[in-house]
């Protein structure tokens, strides 16, 4: 493995919103101490107002009772508590909860927390909308807007952290929410070293997905890091990829997988390979026979996704008897797959359907 290249976390630039506030995440202990400081307050105070937000679920300054009420009132004054405002919440039959958050321009983003026996995932974003065009996904209708900062990202995991009894917390998180990661590649590894440094989670329980930017997943290799990363193809061979995936066209299939390659030489974690499947579009048995030799004698397994409705595109899921077909041929040349349990459809909280929303803001 390479030698770790990890960074001192650095927090994101201000964060301003109407009134000009910063979130106080995105302010330094070196700030934040000299501020505290500046008010007559003792250093330490830091590290019990960093408790407070990042361990001990607090939701507004007021809830920190064991700092003085003035001190309180000061940090309300002078800082948000948060780089966004919940705007929205649902929560679906099988309990999977989604987030409508705007940020301090007014955009909307989403994030979503996943129940599982004896997981609990967050679901996060790294761009307002998304500019990579998969046919098939509620994210890119609209475009990218701007790149979320690194607090703006991991913020997303400690509300929905917050959402939980006492006797739960956040194991897992996947960067599979509205955007590129990769696409916003500082600001992503930024937020994942405050995730595993202070909010305390193993790299191993972070999965990274990507549509597949070589040049990026090679840096990603050499970061030292053992994230989990998993390669959306959604297609076998490049001519088809290319009409699922449009951005296709500036890389290539070889060029993906070999980045891959990459990456599983320097973590030697598996690579997860997302393939979405669309009815009579990628689904066919000989999709399959493509793909199984596209990854024989690699360390690959295979995510079946069949799609989940957006309801201003036209594809669909194939029936289930084709999925199960679909898995067949590939567990018959020996490529290990599993079809993704859906959860959260009915609240459009499922894979392809968070999106660049602006119903909040009236837009």
Not at 18 to 30: F, I, P
Not at 178 to 199: K, S, V
């Amino acid at each position: 493995m390479s030698q770790d290249t990890r960074s001192q976390f650095v927090p994101s630039p201000a964060t301003n919103g109407v009134s000009g506030r910063r979130a106080l995440l995105s302010v330094s202990d070196d700030e934040l101490q000299a501020w505290l400081v500046s008010t007559g307050q003792p250093k330490f105070r830091n590290g019990q107002i960093r408790k407070w937000m990042i361990g001990r679920r607090a939701n507004s300054f007021d809830q920190m009772t064991d700092l003085p009420v003035r001190l309180r009132e000061r940090l309300s004054e002078e800082f948000r508590y948060c780089s966004f405002e919940q705007v929205g919440h649902q929560i679906a039959a099988d309990r999977t909860e989604k987030l409508l958050l705007k940020l301090p321009d007014d955009e909307l983003v989403e994030c979503v927390l996943m129940r599982d026996p004896g997981r609990r995932t967050a679901c996060i974003s790294t761009q307002v909308g998304c500019a990579m065009g998969c046919v098939f996904c509620a994210s890119g209708l609209l475009g990218v807007k701007r790149d979320l900062t690194a607090t703006e990202i991991y913020e997303q995991v400690l509300v929905l952290d917050r959402l939980m009894e006492d006797s739960e917390r956040i194991t897992n998180v996947v960067v599979m929410g509205i955007g590129e990661p990769l696409a916003n590649y500082r600001n992503l590894m930024l937020a994942l070293d405050f995730l595993t440094d202070q909010f305390g989670l193993g790299a191993r329980r972070v999965t990274v997905s990507t549509i597949g930017l070589p040049s990026k997943i090679r840096e990603f290799a050499r970061s030292g890091r053992q994230f989990n990363l998993a390669v959306s193809l959604h297609a076998p061979n490049d001519r088809l990829r290319t009409e699922i995936v449009p951005m296709n066209k500036g890389t290539g299939l070889q060029d993906i997988l070999a980045a891959a390659d990459v990456y599983f030489a320097h973590t030697g974690r598996r690579i997860s390979y997302e393939y979405v499947l669309l009815s009579d579009v990628n689904d066919h048995p000989e999709h399959a026979e493509e793909l199984a030799a596209l990854l024989r004698g690699r360390n690959a397994h295979v995510n079946l996704i069949p799609m989940n409705g957006v309801t201003e595109l036209p594809m669909t899921a194939p029936t289930p008897p084709r999925t199960r077909q679909f898995a067949g041929v590939l567990e018959t040349r020996g490529i290990q797959v599993t079809v993704r349990k859906r959860k959260g459809a009915d609240i459009d909280a499922a894979c392809g359907q968070l999106r660049l929303n602006r119903k909040a803001s009236g837009r």
